[in-house]
Structures are given as C-alpha cells and as structure tokens.
C-alpha cells in the first residue's frame, strides 16, 4: 500500500486565489511527520512546512498552511494569494518514528500552475 | 553562508563506468540523506547516515556505494551495477527538528 497518496497529478489556479493540495497517508505509528516541499523546474527540493503528529495546531508558514485531519489521515497544503511564482511541481513526505532514522517517504506529486 | 553543495549539477558516463557524486554541508548537521528521482516521480531513499563512519542502506540502495569520513562529506558513487543509473539525484541533511534540507542535485546520464 501506498504509504503517501497525492490523487492530484495537476492542479490549475488563477494568481491571487487560494488552492488546496490534497494528501493522505498510512501508517500505523502513532509518532510522525508530515512534510510538504516545493520542486521547481530547477529541480531542487525548498522546503515548505512541517506538522507533527503530536501536534495541536495546524502548521502555518507565511502563505503556506498544512489542514492536518489525523482521523482522516489527510494533511493537505493550503496556498493563500497564489503567485506566479508558486508554479512548480508540490512533493508531499512522512517521517515515520521509531527506527526510521529520519528516512522521508514522498508521495507522487502535484504539478501546480498558476495563470495570470 | 550555510548550505548543501551538490556537484557537479550535470555529469555524464558512459555505461561500465563507476561515478562518484559530491555532497558538501556545512550546517554540522549529523544525518545526511541520498534520494534518487525519476521523471515524473517522488523521490526514494538510496543511503543514509546518521553519524561519521556509519551509514545504512535505504530503498534502493544496489549499485551504489557510499562513505561518511567526514561530517560535512557524504559521497555517493554509482556503480556498474546499477542497472538503470540516469536519473537526478539529491542529497539531504537534517536538523535536530527533522526537518530536510536538499542541495540543489545533480543529474547524471549515462549513455
């Protein structure tokens, strides 16, 4: 089974409105992380927003929100006020506890474009 | 300033050949990660290093081979063996709040 699931191969958004990203996930260790990382066609991996398992607030990072529903296992990203700058491709991870050693487990992908 | 180096940003080889990928940080950060990616796919995890001297393979790790002597260093080298080698590969250290960080790759073809 796949443990992070991102259904959305691409998404549209026009500049300055909000857009959801979807993940979920699977994993039967109660301590985790979820991670959401921008790739850009530069190919290198920026680094967007962390949420623990543990913890009670949602993340927030600038314009960058993660929506965690642990029962529903879903930790989907939320952009505010899109900019063309935002077009790139949104990987989603999880750190999962216990012996995994920090190893990150990414999900498919989601190509974002924003149009003017 | 502090950083992930990755280099070179392209590398080209010719099949039967060993190479050897460069990672440099200077964040003393003790783990450092190998990640492969694919086109159109997410990334899956070759090596890791939690300490100088040790290292632990990951998901993917035949036909490759790597060496922690230094803290800041964490090379990888893509063997013969590897069967399908053309690909980008990322290096990665993290911080004490598990958070990632990733040079900026380096995309090797090997013809």
């Known amino acids: 089974a796949q443990k992070i699931t991102q259904t959305q191969p691409g998404m549209f958004v026009q500049e300055k409105e909000a857009v959801t990203l979807d993940c979920t996930y699977d994993?039967?260790?109660?301590?985790?992380?979820l991670f959401w990382y921008k790739q850009p066609s530069s190919g290198e991996m920026i680094f967007l927003i962390y949420?623990?398992?543990?913890?009670?607030q949602n993340a927030t990072e600038g314009r960058y929100s993660l929506n965690f529903q642990k029962a529903r296992k879903s930790a989907n990203l939320v952009i505010s006020a899109s900019q063309l700058g935002d077009s790139a491709m949104y990987f989603c991870?999880?750190?999962?506890?216990?012996?995994?050693?920090?190893?990150?487990?990414f999900g498919q992908g989601t190509i974002l474009t924003v149009h003017p | 300033d502090g950083g992930i180096t990755q280099s070179p940003k392209y590398l080209f080889r010719k099949e039967g050949q060993n190479v050897t990928l460069s990672c440099e940080q200077n964040?003393?950060?003790?783990?450092m990660y190998w990640y492969r990616q694919d086109p159109g796919q997410g990334l899956r995890l070759i090596y890791y290093?939690?300490?100088?001297?040790?290292?632990q393979k990951g998901d993917i790790a035949e036909g490759y081979s790597v060496s922690r002597e230094k803290k800041e260093s964490f090379p990888l080298t893509v063997t013969s063996a590897q069967k399908n080698p053309t690909a980008f590969y990322l290096c990665?250290?993290?911080?004490?709040?598990?958070?990632?960080?990733f040079g900026p790759g380096t995309r090797l073809t090997v013809t």
């Open positions: 991870a999880m750190r999962e506890g216990g012996t995994s050693y920090g190893k990150l487990t």
């Open positions: 990665a250290s993290r911080t004490g709040k598990n958070e990632q960080y």
């Open positions: 964040l003393n950060h003790d783990a």
């Open positions: 949420q623990g398992s543990y913890d009670q």
């Open positions: 994993t039967s260790d109660p301590s985790y992380g």
């Open positions: 290093s939690q300490i100088v001297n040790d290292f």
